[in-house]
């Protein structure tokens, strides 16, 4: 990271959680996503944690692994690596790997549904170029099957991943190891987002 | 066929996800936050208006920061080592040059999700009109 104090300041709960992370990862470095959330989690990663475990792994239309396409996918057109292969391995865990690549490469000949691909293309000039977007791409959205409650969710997904693309940039993370990546995943599939502990006043995650 | 627990869960859905985006937008402008208050209200103005606004004068978000902060809202890519490092020389904390990433990361997130929302409102209504007529 090019900055060394989300490299190194943390909370005393969230050390040794850290510790517990590179045993499982085998020694390797903490990803930089977790040393960020985690370095006054106050300030940014409780709050923001709690936001996307609600947009990725709360009540919703979209399936779990559809609404992490979603994620894999605005990372991938914002061109921001780290969070594009993060999420698409976990995209791809839950939906099979071909899906996701082929979602992620060409979404128009993808062997996805018609309203994820038609979301998919509102995401990505959403993501992009915002102030473009109009209520006539709403209306082909909705014409292509997406129902207004789909489309708002796929909204939510990409303005929360367009800010962590942007403090992943900002900030310069390293890229992920393969297993690093693999152990990653599979947290994010059996406990989602809300692994920021909730910090107490001495520090200490609870 | 919409139902009325349909109803209430949407509308409780969308009163929890306010209330997180809430939470985030308190949190950067919170007092955990180390660059002066002032100046983080400034930082998000400027990433949500995408650099094209003007803020008041601020010593704080002036040459290598205003740059940083218009660069992180502007781009989710490729934000160049270098503007940290200068932003680092004209005398920014390193600690001030991670909030003001933040702040300029959730301006520029939440100006999408304004615009996304807006853009489903306006069709909405627009339908909704129609129907009536």
């Not at chain 1, 944690?49 to 709360?58: D, N, T």
């Not at chain 1, 800010?163 to 900030?171: D, E, K, Q, T």
């Amino acid at each position: 990271m090019r900055l060394s104090s989300p490299e190194q300041e943390h909370p005393p709960g969230f050390v040794r959680l850290h510790g517990q992370i590179r045993e499982a990862i085998g020694g390797e470095q903490v990803p930089d996503v977790l040393r960020t959330l985690h370095h006054r989690p106050q300030f940014f990663g409780e709050p923001f944690s709690a936001w996307v475990q609600e947009l990725l792994r709360g009540p919703s239309q979209w399936s779990e692994g559809e609404r992490e396409l979603i994620a894999a996918f605005v990372s991938s057109v914002n061109a921001y690596e780290f969070c594009a292969r993060a999420h698409s391995r976990v995209a791809s865990l839950l939906l099979g790997c071909r899906v996701v690549e082929a979602a992620l490469d060409a979404p128009g000949d993808a062997p996805i549904s018609d309203a994820l691909r038609a979301t998919l293309e509102f995401v990505e000039k959403l993501a992009l170029t915002p102030h473009a977007v109009s209520d006539e791409d709403v209306a082909q959205a909705i014409g292509a099957g997406v129902s207004e409650e789909r489309l708002r969710d796929a909204v939510e997904i990409t303005a929360a991943f367009c800010v962590i693309n942007r403090v992943g940039s900002g900030l310069g993370w390293a890229r992920q190891s393969a297993r690093s990546l693999a152990v990653s995943a599979n947290a994010l599939v059996e406990r989602g987002y809300a692994q920021t502990p909730t910090v107490t006043g001495n520090g200490d995650p609870r | 066929m919409t139902t009325g627990t349909d109803t209430r869960l949407r509308r409780d859905t969308h009163l929890t996800r306010e209330r997180l985006v809430a939470a985030v937008v308190d949190a950067v402008q919170g007092p955990a936050g180390r660059v002066p208050l002032v100046t983080r209200e400034h930082a998000f103005t400027l990433a949500r208006a995408g650099g094209e606004s003007t803020v008041p004068s601020d010593p704080l978000l002036l040459g290598a920061a205003r740059a940083l902060v218009e660069a992180v809202a502007d781009r989710a890519h490729d934000v160049p080592a270098e503007m940290v490092k200068r932003a680092l020389a004209a005398g920014r904390s390193e600690h001030e040059v991670f909030d003001l990433i933040v702040v300029a990361a959730v301006g520029g997130g939440l100006t999408r999700r304004e615009l996304g929302l807006a853009a489903i409102d306006s069709h909405l209504t627009q339908a909704t009109a129609e129907d009536e007529v």
